[in-house]
């Protein structure tokens, strides 16, 4: 497969590190040398299937289709309103898009799963042109009184649009399965049988456990790409690397002996919208025109699970 569209939409407002001071105790002298995020988009009137119904119809746009052309819709999601229907059913009603369609909960990598299970349908010959969207708030999923992870999120959605081509080389997941270092529970509705105390418990993380896994798995699964393809770091023009955390990609980054001009970024004013992360910074480079025909990517994504996962493709 290969991409041919893509597109993104986020909330209006805009929350920075000195507006955060007002009435948590941190600072944007804090905030920024350990995150390298200045600000973040956060959800306020906003529906988050609307931010996704806005990144479907940019990215339809830019691939010249419409909904009616889409076999497969994947939508990839931690959380929203909705327990049920899926988002992307929800998603789908709103452009009047009738496919199948599925969610998928990877966390942070699930731009790269959605893809994986995208060419999965291609190579089986099912489909001809599959659309993903990654919408996210994780805004909604951590406590406004914890500083240690509030600081870190912004919400969005990103969407691509994939057709029948060669431009995917390989793409590989991984987990090493880990609930403590990194999750969020919520109580369900009561029944007159439940007899186990349930609690709510906001987002939880291990900074130090998680930047180590990051940084690890990253590196081992491109490594490892790379080596399938026989490919070297020097071929590669962009790494677009989940934006969990500066300090991270910078780590990813030394690690491969690789310049900073070849890893675009926007955590500074995103901050970690989860699976939207690629996406989004995939949709804005491709509109800044960084991209040229036949440029090599390599995505590389980590988070709750612990799952991880990297892919190589061609612009």
Not at 220 to 233: A, Y
Not at 270 to 295: M, Q, V
């Amino acid at each position: 497969m290969k991409i041919i569209g893509t597109g993104s939409a986020l909330p209006k407002k805009v929350v920075t590190n000195d507006d955060l001071a007002q009435f948590l105790d941190t600072s944007d002298e804090w905030i920024l040398p350990r995150t390298g995020i200045r600000s973040r988009h956060v959800i306020t009137d906003e529906r988050l299937e609307d931010l996704g119904k806005d990144a479907a119809l940019l990215a339809l746009k830019d691939a010249g289709l419409t909904p009616g052309d889409i076999d497969l819709f994947i939508c990839s999601n931690v959380v929203n309103e909705y327990l049920t229907p899926s988002l992307s059913c929800v998603i789908s009603a709103a452009i009047g898009m009738h496919c199948p369609a599925i969610d998928i909960n990877c966390a942070c990598p699930g731009f790269i799963y959605a893809m994986d299970i995208a060419e999965n349908y291609f190579l089986a010959g099912k489909v001809s042109n599959v659309l993903i969207v990654c919408a996210e708030e994780p805004t909604r999923m951590t406590s406004w009184t914890d500083r240690s992870t509030c600081v870190l999120f912004g919400d969005g959605a990103g969407a691509a649009v994939f057709t029948k081509g060669d431009n995917v080389k390989a793409i590989k997941l991984n987990s090493q399965p880990s609930v403590i270092h990194l999750y969020e529970t919520r109580p369900l509705l009561p029944t007159p049988f439940i007899t186990r105390h349930e609690t709510e418990q906001p987002l939880h993380m291990d900074g130090r456990e998680v930047f180590k896994f990051a940084v690890s798995t990253s590196l081992r699964d491109i490594e490892e790409i790379l080596r399938k393809t026989g490919t070297s770091v020097d071929e590669i023009d962009f790494f677009m690397i989940h934006q969990a955390n500066l300090r991270i990609i910078e780590g990813i980054r030394r690690g491969l002996g690789a310049p900073e001009s070849k890893f675009p970024s926007n955590i500074y004013d995103h901050g970690n919208s989860s699976s939207a992360s690629c996406p989004i910074l995939l949709d804005e480079c491709n509109r800044k025109g960084l991209f040229k025909r036949g440029d090599k990517l390599v995505f590389s994504a980590f988070g709750a699970g612990l799952l991880s996962a990297v892919a190589f493709l061609e612009w």
